[in-house]
């Protein structure tokens, strides 16, 4: 009898389109399958396992890179970003491109690499963006950066990193799953006071007090509160008081705020953001520029209250006045640009 290698059977799914995230493999290989991501996109989504870079012109009119200049992506994710700026260099010059997820990294650099890039035009480091001086001690200082503060489509759609509620899964929001705590963890490892708290300093939460009471009430009757449905189904149970009508609304903005709420505290990343613009005027060349993409307002008063200090203490030439947005047309082909602002300084 002959020998057979059997043959793995794609996810069968039901209805003409699938809906799982596993169940989408031809979004989840654009190279083979261009026309269905395009199709996607042009539905206004974002394909499984990908990420469309957000403000992609205004970025590199603002960065104004030019060959022969040296770079840095604080935040490579899915490297879109990156992409288009080493095309900006046309093969002289570098960037350096920074990331804390070991996962989706390990992916955007065999792109990048395959595209044509190789290290002298792009180089990794896996690291956080708060150790920016660290990463200038090796490459030297900065002629344009980049900063994009937002969580990647991938890590969110992707149901095992627990960053969404609309899908179940561990509740874990971790950027870099091997350190740390999770969500789940860290909720056991405070008190109601403090998650009230965090919510309110980090996603203005205007039920934190039911939420609290509702999470905390659960956990004290055994539930372990480890996955993102337990969390989005306590979070519905808090709101019972809201009116029926407006119900469903309020639910899913609370859902997505205290996910964020989390997210931030689970990566520390007001601190991060703190550490990265104190250090941020060392490592840049004289006329050396710098990019900011946040998607909160937490983020963007940070970033403001930054460059109009530095500002005015003489150490930045230029700021942003007003923050950039992203074009109506933008905003309707990638619903999660809506959100975004663009700041930016001139060293």
């Known amino acids: 009898m002959e020998d057979f290698k059997q043959h793995k059977r794609r996810t069968h799914y039901d209805g ?7 169940e989408k493999y031809k979004e989840q290989n654009p190279e083979k399958y261009k026309e269905t991501v395009l199709h996607v996109i042009s539905k206004g989504s974002t394909p499984a396992g990908m990420h469309i870079s957000i403000m992609v012109k205004e970025i590199l009119e603002v960065l104004k890179i ?12 899915y490297g879109g970003h990156t992409l288009e700026m080493l095309k900006e260099l046309n093969g002289q010059g570098c960037i350096y491109g920074l990331d804390v997820d070991p996962i989706e990294s390990k992916k955007t650099v065999e792109r990048l690499r395959a595209a044509g890039f190789d290290e002298s035009l792009f180089r990794f480091r896996l690291i956080n963006f708060a150790d920016i001086d660290k990463v200038a001690q090796e490459a030297g200082k900065f002629d344009f ?5 937002g969580v990647s489509s ?12 609309k899908t179940d899964g561990p509740l874990d929001l971790r950027l870099d799953p091997e350190h740390g705590q999770s969500a789940a963890e860290r909720l056991h490892s405070i008190t109601r006071d403090e998650f009230k708290g965090m919510l309110i300093e980090n996603s203005d939460e205007p039920y934190a007090d039911e939420i609290s ?35 469903s609304d309020a ?9 964020q709420a989390l997210r931030i505290d689970v990566n520390s990343e007001f601190e991060v953001l703190y550490s990265f613009l104190e250090k941020l005027p060392d490592i840049l060349n004289p006329g050396a520029r710098v990019a900011i993409l946040t998607f909160h307002s937490g983020e963007d008063r940070l970033v403001k209250k930054s460059f109009k200090a530095l ?34 300084a001139v060293k």
């Not at 991938?154 to 509620?165: A, C, E, L, T, V």
């Open 154 to 165: 991938m890590q969110i759609d992707d149901p095992k990193r627990g960053f969404s509620y």
């Open 311 to 344: 500002y005015k203490a003489g150490v930045y030439s230029g700021i942003s006045e007003d923050v950039l947005r992203p074009s109506m047309e933008e905003q309707r082909l990638n619903p999660r640009s809506k959100s975004t602002k663009l700041r930016w």
């Open 251 to 259: 639910v899913k903005k609370s859902c997505a705020r205290v996910f």
């Open 66 to 77: 030019k060959p022969g200049e040296k770079g840095l992506d604080c935040t490579l994710g």
């Open 213 to 247: 009471d509702k999470v905390f009430g659960l956990m004290k009757k055994g539930d372990p509160m480890d996955t993102t449905t337990a969390l989005k189904k306590a979070i519905e149970a808090s709101l019972w008081k809201v009116p029926k009508q407006e119900r």
């Open 16 to 22: 003409k389109y699938p809906r799982r995230f596993e």
């Open 145 to 149: 950066v980049l900063a994009d503060l």
